[in-house]
Every structure is written in structure tokens, then in C-alpha cells.
């Protein structure tokens, strides 16, 4: 029996992802993406976490362009009219990287204002959705199902695209139910003696200074260790 060597093995296909920032802020009252923790961006910490676990990167937003130009980053708007939510994000993401990187059959999502999310989060997810073009993979942690975050197959950008043209819904988890919906678990993060969900996302001013304050006992956590 002949043995199969790393040779033989076909080149892993690229992941590209997509950061989701074309939300409307409407809690927060301002420009998410660019709100400070710790004297960063949102923006910055998605871009750091999962620039390394992507082959190709790209940020959804609306409105001006520029203003994440320090992040050397393509951004794509919302193709669909409406601000329909996260789906619109998802199929920009999609449609991007049919132009840009056509040899990836998977795009990650990320959501902007999570700036704990894993560094495993693209492996993980991959692992739940092997090969399956027609299987969604989403995180899930102990407060719940995370469907912004998850593996998407490209090739169901043309089904995204008229499933939202068709207004039939806006949530995420109604769209990947029409396929196999895989939820991968992650766990939680030790920081003070406290648990803190690594999903956890920031949409208003108090949300805000919760995660500056798990940021600073995550770094006294890591810094004991």
C-alpha cells in the first residue's frame, strides 16, 4: 500500500474574513468601530485578532471609507439597500472575496465590537465545517449561539443575496437554518476570579467600560501567570 505524503496533499485553500462594522451604532450614539478601549479602537483589536487566523481581509462598512484608512484594509459597503443587519455585511464580504481571492471556498465573520473573541476562532470553525459547502458553522459560548461569528461557504452568496432581496429575514441564524448549522463551542476566559464570555460584544457606553475593566484583569491574569 503506497503511503501519502505531505507532498501529495493538495494546498489548503485561503480563508478570507470579514469584520462586521456597518452597523448603526444606535446605542453606543457613536461610530463603533472607533470607540476606545484602553486607548484603542474596537476596529484595532477584531483587525489584531483575526488578521493571523485569515489568508485575506476586508472590512464591512457603510458611510466614509477613509476613516479607517490607518488600518490598511479594503472596505466594502452593504450591496443590499435598507441596513438590513449582519447578512448584508456577510454577502459584501462574500462577494468580495469572489473578486479578490476566488481560489477561497470559506469567508470567517467577526463582529467589531468583540474584542475578546479567540485566537483559535477560524481553526475551530473550520474543523466543525470541514469541506461542506453546504454546512454553516457559527461560535457558541455558555450565554448562547454567536452567529456573527462564524464560516460561511462563498458559494452561497447567490442564495444570501436573494434571500435578502426577498426580505425574508434579517437574522442570521433563520438564513444558515435553511442549511447543516454546526455550533462550535468555545470557552470562557479566567480573569479575577470572574468568567467572562469571550464573545462578549460592546453596544453602549457602560458595555464600553466593562470591557476596559475585563481587558485590565485579563492583563493582570496573564501577567500572574
Known sequence: MSETTD???????????????GGLSR????????????????????????????????????????????????????GIDGNPGPLAGILAGMRWSQVFCPQARFMASA?????????????????????????IAVAASFNGVH????????????????????????????FADHYVRLNVPFDHLEADGRQIDPFFNVNTPEDAAEAQAMLEALNRTQAAE
Open 7 to 21: 507532498h501529495d496533499r493538495p494546498a489548503p485553500r485561503p480563508i478570507t474574513g470579514v469584520i462586521l462594522a
Open 27 to 78: 446605542r453606543m450614539g457613536n461610530d463603533k468601530p472607533l470607540v476606545e478601549i484602553a486607548g484603542r479602537p474596537l476596529l484595532s483589536y477584531v483587525v489584531d485578532g483575526l488578521r493571523p487566523q485569515v489568508d485575506e481581509l476586508v472590512i464591512n462598512a457603510n458611510g466614509d471609507a477613509s476613516r479607517f484608512s490607518e488600518f490598511l484594509l479594503p472596505v466594502v459597503p452593504d
Open 111 to 135: 463582529a467589531v465590537d468583540t474584542p475578546f473573541f479567540p485566537g483559535d476562532l477560524v481553526t475551530r470553525l473550520s474543523e466543525g465545517c470541514g469541506h461542506d459547502e453546504t454546512t
Open 147 to 174: 452567529p456573527v461569528f462564524g464560516l460561511w461557504p462563498i458559494a452561497l452568496a447567490d442564495d444570501l443575496e436573494e434571500w435578502l432581496k426577498k426580505a425574508k429575514s434579517s437574522k442570521v441564524l433563520d
